[in-house]
């Protein structure tokens, strides 16, 4: 498809994610360059924006002033939108005669609209990544004291419902991960736009995607399997506490019933 942003040699790039979802069922089929990935002409500059329904949007020449008018008017459509949303920032760089990825910039031999689409992609994944990470990050410092109190004391005094969120919080991240962004996956445009591969593959190593995502599976199960040990820790200490409030309550039913006959033999 023509572009208008194809006269240019040089575009900035601009990628936010948002919120955890944005509702692009909004937007009218007649008023997109393509749908997948939803992709818009915002002003009359040519420039575009990329969006994505886990939250992300990716710009490509487009004006500050323009930028954050666009930005303004998706709000309505964000579910659970960020105060402080993931950035990053990149280059586009045309008439190249080697196309690849280098310093934060991207060169290509010319501007089509599935290449911004490829590096789209691209871009949105390595902001989910970056989310996740420091997500998970957070939870590592959280379940550490219990794993330390753990191995220190033998036990632990966290509430099972603590340590159960933690998993389900874990599930989660895997889900989003795999469910709404498939991170793991290669974009749709390449089914249609083979030669491409390079590009993507490109953009995959700049950002180090596939690594990235191996480490962040690892700490994802890592943290999982120590919260459901710790939760079984808990449950285990409390099924003891309750066998011992049984024990008690025979004992005292069994004191009782000898005061009783004693009583009877007195009397």
Known sequence: MELKLNSRQDLKVHALLLADRLDLKAFKIAD?????????EVDN???IAVLFRYGVVVMFGVQSANEAKFVDSLTPLMTNAYAAPEVEEMEVHSGRKSVGVQSGAVSLDDISL???Q????????????????????????????????????GKVSGGSKKLLSKIGNML??????????EIGDKPETLWDFPHLEGLYASMEDEF????????????????????????DVWDNKQLHKLEWYVIVLILFEVVLGLHDRISNILG
């Open 32 to 40: 997109c360059l393509a749908t997948t990935p939803l992709t818009l």
């Open 45 to 47: 500059d040519g420039g």
């Open 114 to 116: 599935e290449k911004l």
């Open 118 to 153: 490829v590096i789209a992609d691209a871009l949105s994944k390595h902001l989910m990544l970056t989310l996740y990470e420091k997500k998970v990050a957070g939870e590592f410092d959280k379940i550490e004291p219990f794993a330390q109190e753990l191995a220190v004391y």
């Open 172 to 181: 989660l991240i895997e889900h989003r991960m795999v469910g709404r962004a």
């Open 208 to 231: 180090e995607l596939k690594e990235r995502q191996s480490v962040l599976d690892r700490k994802l199960g890592l943290i999982s399997d120590t919260a459901q040990t710790l939760a």
